[in-house]
């Protein structure tokens, strides 16, 4: 499913079940990130039932018919309702993407007037088709419910196919899990799908790159079938492809720890003299540090607060100086989205003032959590050298003159709002900030891989002689662990290190070995295959990374001794 937050403005009436449901009052919807903890268990059998009702929508853009699945019998009776919800959404978004792209076409097709092309019908204009259909596939306690979807443009000949999937873990806390949690290896994964496309004629043997975060997938028969939308990996007389690849081929993610962040729209509707609010807010809810939750919904109100009280003291000053707005009004717009990107939620909100004459100018905010739903993110967090972040900021300007000021680049602002997108730091600035106003709020993406730098060899007070490793001794199970710095060791031995804050990694490398270890795991990586697994997860310390002491003969090959307290011998 994708991840979007969308307040619902379809117009009509939506018959599901038998039961009418006015969608034209719609004001906001609850679309949660990601959740938190779930077990498949291949052993387990689910009593989940799953029962078929008949779903109808019709208005002046779109023609929606199908059947539609109601998720009974599950373990846990508040998730499924929320399971059953979320059914709803994902069909209201589906509809509402086919409405948007018909009436795309209809004013495309009435501004052409008489040359407007009639196809099989008598009028050029009319409304797409939609076709909603399911199966059922139940493998253990896994409960996959895969929709197909089928549109047809109103004078097309023919539509296209699109999967979807949601795949239900029916435990007593029941959960959803997707496709990118489910794998431990997505790059195995990855490999293992390229395989098997290259082995069959029918599919497109370059068009596959990865997996998607929406991928439509389920198990049955202990194997994972990958399905494919129509046109995505062959041509479309395949239909939509599935790709299987047995179980034991894989490494299955049996615990899926993510957050349950949820976000819902909040509508803003006032008017006052001279001014006129309008928009949506978001709402953050699950998050765990109750303090942070707090905060964060400070945090929203402050700029709401800000916003309003600017724009009526700007009110104040027009009705103070007796100025002739001609029946015109001040005008506030806040709306918001929200970007998930692995370890990273962002709510990006956007703030748009308007004068009495119509010009208005545009803010950006962003308000940035790690996935675990504990911590507020700055870009200090993400970015050791931040004025290397601004020469590459720079750089970017210097390229586009014609869409930016050419001016150089000193500073950033503390509340600069960003977020991340797959590989990318994405930055966003206000209106007139760095371009013209019909630029409206640029964003520049500078790719993770280039702020990744070497770190810095003299942030802490720790000894730093080359025959020397700063460590320090960690208790587990009343047994003495020596941590030591993996910088240090790699500096030694001539590794060249290097930090990723995309993936919160550190990679040591020389001519022949890449090495590479994320901060938490206890999983080692050598030159992009597991490897070794570390008695004790790797952990951050004063700023720096530390890994058990056998990691040197285990992992590099290389022997150290203790020779006395904060010192221990390197051999080389």
Do not use: C
Not at 411 to 416: A, G, P, T
């Amino acid at each position: 499913m994708k991840k979007t937050a969308m307040l619902l403005t379809l117009s009509g009436t939506l018959l599901f079940g038998g039961i009418q449901l006015s969608l034209a009052n719609s004001t906001s919807t609850s679309q949660p990130i990601a959740m938190e903890l779930a077990l498949f268990d291949l052993q387990q059998s689910s009593k989940v039932s799953v029962e078929s009702t008949d779903y109808a929508f019709q208005n002046e853009y779109v023609v929606v018919e199908g059947k539609l699945p109601v998720v009974k019998g599950m373990k846990d009776e508040k998730f499924q309702k929320e399971v059953n919800k979320q059914i709803i959404q994902f069909v209201e978004q589906k509809t509402a993407e086919v409405e948007k792209q018909s009436k795309v076409f209809n004013d495309e097709q009435k501004k052409l007037g008489d040359d407007a092309i009639s196809g099989p019908h008598n009028s050029p204009t009319g409304p797409y088709s939609l076709n909603i259909n399911y199966k059922v596939k139940i493998s253990g306690n896994m409960v996959s419910i895969v929709f197909n979807t089928y549109t047809i443009g109103y004078i097309a000949a023919n539509g296209i196919n699109e999967v979807d999937s949601i795949n239900i873990i029916d435990n007593t806390k029941g959960h959803i899990v997707e496709l990118k949690h489910f794998v431990a290896d997505k790059e195995k994964l990855n490999q293992l799908i390229q395989k098997e496309i290259e082995s069959n004629e029918q599919l497109f043997k370059d068009s596959f790159k990865s997996i998607r975060n929406d991928q439509a997938f389920y198990v049955e028969d202990n194997q994972l079938s990958v399905v494919f939308n129509e046109y995505e990996i062959a041509a479309g007389y395949v239909g939509t492809p599935t790709v299987t690849i047995p179980l034991e081929q894989l490494e299955i993610d049996k615990d899926f720890e993510e957050s349950q962040i949820s976000v819902e729209s909040k509508t803003l509707s006032l008017e006052e003299d001279l001014v006129v609010i309008s928009g949506e807010l978001p709402l953050l809810k699950g998050i765990t540090d109750k303090q942070l939750q707090k905060l964060v919904e400070a945090q929203i109100d402050e700029i709401y607060q800000t916003a309003k009280r600017e724009i009526e003291k700007e009110a104040s000053d027009l009705i103070a100086n007796n100025m002739d707005t001609r029946g015109n009004k001040l005008a506030l717009h806040i709306s918001y989205d929200v970007k998930e990107n692995q370890d990273v939620v962002s709510v990006i909100i956007t703030t748009s003032k308007y004068s009495i004459a119509g010009s208005g100018i545009s803010t950006v905010q962003s308000i940035n959590l790690n996935n675990s739903g504990q911590g507020q993110l700055q870009i200090n967090d993400i970015v050791n050298d931040q004025a290397q972040l601004i020469k590459l900021i720079q750089t970017e300007i210097d390229q586009d003159p014609d869409k930016y000021f050419q001016q150089k680049l000193t500073s950033l602002r503390e509340d600069l709002a960003f977020y991340t997108e797959s590989d990318q730091l994405v930055l966003i600035f206000n209106e007139y900030e760095i371009a013209a106003g019909y630029v409206g709020t640029p964003e520049i993406k500078i790719p993770l891989s280039e702020l990744s730098t070497v770190l810095d060899e003299n942030n802490d007070d720790m000894n730093h002689n080359r025959n020397n490793v700063s460590y320090y001794t960690k208790t587990v199970d009343e047994a003495p662990v020596t941590m030591v710095s993996l910088r240090e060791l790699g500096k030694h031995f001539d590794y060249k290190v290097k930090w990723e804050p995309q993936t919160k990694s550190v990679t040591l490398f020389n001519d022949t070995t890449e090495i590479s270890v994320k901060v938490g795991d206890s999983e080692v990586f050598i030159d992009g295959k597991k490897s070794e697994l570390l008695e004790l997860a790797s952990d951050s310390y004063k700023n720096r990374v530390y890994v058990p002491v056998s990691f040197a003969e285990k992992v590099m090959g290389e022997f150290i001794t203790l020779e006395e307290k904060n010192e221990i011998k390197l051999e080389k």
